[in-house]
């Protein structure tokens, strides 16, 4: 699946994934008008997403779902949250379910099948949410891992684990340093690459992938050259105040081995003063347009 995403990435010359957190406030006024139930809300999510994923399935090689997003929804916003991974599928993007799931044992071979696998009723097998990737919380250890590599194995898909987040506070636990002198987020990166070691494809990169954060680059540039095989997931640009000059340390030599989440900064981008005056899809559009040519100077310069 890795090998997927960067010929994608290399097609559209875009390491761009857009994050489709689509709060129900984040909707023009039109489409917030007379809505008063979640089943409304949920409903009206859908069509935004359908909208903004039309306007840039062209241009961009992915999208990331946020699931936390629609749970806040019911029952409605896991119906919205399978109706855009659908839809996004449906129009040849790389859809990764936003998830961060993690738990041992049965309950990990659960969540596993819910996002990767197959989850077998009487006499049939059905994909409850069908993704490409998945992030997972790998700080439970490897027996929270196996799980997932287990279906990521079996039908050809990828995972991205928890190594070096972009939050403010995640120092408080990962630059922790343990007493070989090494940083908890060093050692978690190991295990990241142990685990990705039989799915490495023919750029280089495994199917075990890493979430970096663009707000962290001193780590990230350490985490880069400590794991030559893992591909990145790299949250934390735009409006979590990472830039383009911060990220260029999680690329490798050929600008090959990231891809960079951009939410609220695309699917609000209707709403700046740059893109003032058009509708939300074109403005996503552009503001996607803008995110790559941004990228790949920082990247490629």
């Not at 909208?51 to 399935?57: E, H, P, R, T």
Request: hydrophobic share 40%.
């Amino acid at each position: 699946m890795i090998d997927i995403l960067i010929r994608e990435i290399e097609k559209k010359q875009n390491p761009t994934v857009v994050g489709l957190d689509t709060n129900f406030d984040y909707l023009p006024d039109a489409m917030r008008a007379g809505v008063q139930d979640l089943k409304g809300a949920a409903d009206a999510i859908v069509l935004f997403n359908q909208k903004l994923v039309d306007a840039v399935a062209d241009v961009v090689p992915a999208v990331k779902v946020q699931i936390a997003y629609y749970e806040m929804y019911g029952v409605e916003g896991l119906r919205a949250f399978a109706e855009t991974c659908r839809y996004a599928k449906g129009k040849g993007l790389i859809v990764m379910a936003d998830a961060k799931r993690n738990d041992i044992g049965a309950t990990a071979e659960c969540y596993a099948k819910a996002y990767l696998g197959e989850t077998a009723v009487g006499e049939r097998v059905f994909a409850a949410f069908d993704s490409d990737f998945l992030t997972v919380n790998g700080y439970l250890g490897s027996d929270g891992i196996k799980p997932f590599l287990g279906w990521m194995q079996r039908r050809s898909k990828g995972i991205f684990v928890l190594v070096k987040t972009s939050n403010p506070s995640s120092g408080e636990l990962q630059d922790l340093k343990l007493e070989n002198g090494k940083t908890v987020y060093e050692y978690m990166g190991a295990l990241v690459e142990e685990w990705g070691e039989g799915s490495i494809g023919k750029y280089g990169y495994s199917d075990v992938g890493a979430v970096v954060g663009a707000t962290h680059p001193v780590q990230a540039e350490i985490l880069r050259r400590e794991m030559p095989h893992t591909f990145f997931l790299i949250p934390g640009y735009g409006a979590q105040g990472g830039t383009a000059a911060d990220l260029k340390v999680c690329f490798d030599k050929n600008g090959r081995g990231g891809i960079v989440n951009s939410s609220r900064g695309i699917l609000c981008a209707y709403r700046q003063e740059k893109y003032a005056g058009m509708p939300f899809d074109v403005a996503a559009r552009q503001a996607c347009v803008d995110m790559k040519d941004d990228l790949n100077r920082a990247i490629n310069g």
